[in-house]
């Protein structure tokens, strides 16, 4: 040991953060272990997490829906894509809906917009919820929505159906489709339901985001897609603005701003999440 240099552990034990930090602020120890003592009786239900999450929907409201910020809200669910078309869409641009289960969203989009150059694609399983989706006072079964795995039929060129587990389809598809490259304007709708499945989109087309507006469906659902939106605008420092709302946010449209252009959120080469899983 070199003279005058104290031990490593007798440094450790020589540092104080009431010293060395001194903005950090603690109860005292006996309080802090009390608290440890009667969280771990805690149950660790899905009601509990979703109780304990709801403030955060309600902070977000005061936040994004006041009279600095005025936001159309709508009665109807479908009433905001009207909106959207008429006040802050183009003639052409390109609707991806994730989760699009029977297909009738994505082909109404088509029908309210009849640019011969627009591009409509609809991404699903067909084989119903992966999971069972679960909140306060509600569940829906794993296999709900189910298409037995067959496309949705539609005679309209410029609808496009893709198959499969977002994980599986969506990588391949942004390196082959040349539809995105040439299109300057994205809807971006995420009926995906699930926290993992939303928060796996906004990671793989944050490229897209900063020419998108992208559509939660059940915005409300505080531990899936909020909490997506939430994690992701956290993680990558970005910020948006709310275009219009409907049934009491459940459904919530965006415009994000700030660093979306920052690049992509891709996968490694040798894929090693675990398996995200779809809506519907």
């Known amino acids: 040991m070199t003279a005058g240099h104290a031990p490593a552990n007798e440094a450790v034990r020589r540092f104080d953060p009431r010293?060395?930090?001194?903005?950090?602020?603690?109860?005292?120890?006996?309080?802090?272990?009390?608290?440890?003592?009667?969280?771990?009786?805690?149950?660790?239900?899905?009601?509990?997490?979703i109780i304990a999450a709801t403030p955060s929907l309600r902070t977000w409201r005061k936040t994004h829906l006041n009279a600095s910020t005025p936001?159309?809200?709508?009665?109807?669910?479908?009433?905001?894509?009207?909106h959207l078309i008429s006040a802050h869409?183009?003639?052409r641009f390109c609707y991806l809906e994730f989760g699009c289960a029977s297909g009738n969203v994505v082909k109404r989009w088509a029908r309210t917009c009849p640019h011969p150059q627009a591009r409509f694609f609809g991404f699903d399983t067909f084989t119903g919820m992966p999971e069972e989706w679960r909140g306060l006072g509600w569940r829906v079964e794993a296999g709900t929505?189910?298409?037995?795995?067959?496309?949705?039929?539609?005679?309209?060129?410029?609808v496009t159906f893709v198959k499969g587990?977002?994980?599986?389809?969506?990588?391949?598809?942004l390196a082959t489709t040349d539809a995105l490259a040439a299109c300057d304007t994205f809807v971006i709708h995420i009926d995906a339901d699930l926290y993992s499945s939303a928060l796996y989109v906004?990671?793989?087309?944050?490229?897209?985001?900063?020419?998108?507006?992208?559509?939660?469906d059940e915005f409300d659902c505080v531990l899936d897609e909020f909490r997506a939106l939430e994690d992701f605008c956290s993680a990558f420092g970005i910020s948006?603005?709310?275009?219009?709302?409907?049934t009491d946010c459940e459904k919530v449209a965006i415009r994000f701003r700030g660093a979306a252009d920052g690049g992509g959120c891709h996968p490694a080469s040798e894929p090693s999440a675990a398996p995200v899983a779809e809506h519907k």
């Open 19 to 49: 010293l060395d930090f001194p903005l950090v602020r603690r109860l005292p120890s006996g309080a802090r272990k009390m608290a440890k003592r009667v969280l771990t009786f805690l149950p660790a239900s899905l009601g509990w997490r």
């Open 89 to 91: 869409l183009p003639p």
């Open 165 to 173: 587990r977002f994980q599986d389809s969506l990588p391949g598809f």
């Open 240 to 246: 948006y603005t709310v275009l219009a709302t409907a």
């Open 145 to 158: 929505w189910t298409l037995g795995g067959e496309l949705p039929v539609t005679d309209d060129p410029r």
């Open 71 to 82: 936001t159309p809200s709508f009665a109807d669910r479908e009433a905001p894509y009207d």
């Open 202 to 216: 906004l990671c793989m087309l944050r490229p897209l985001l900063p020419k998108a507006i992208v559509i939660f």
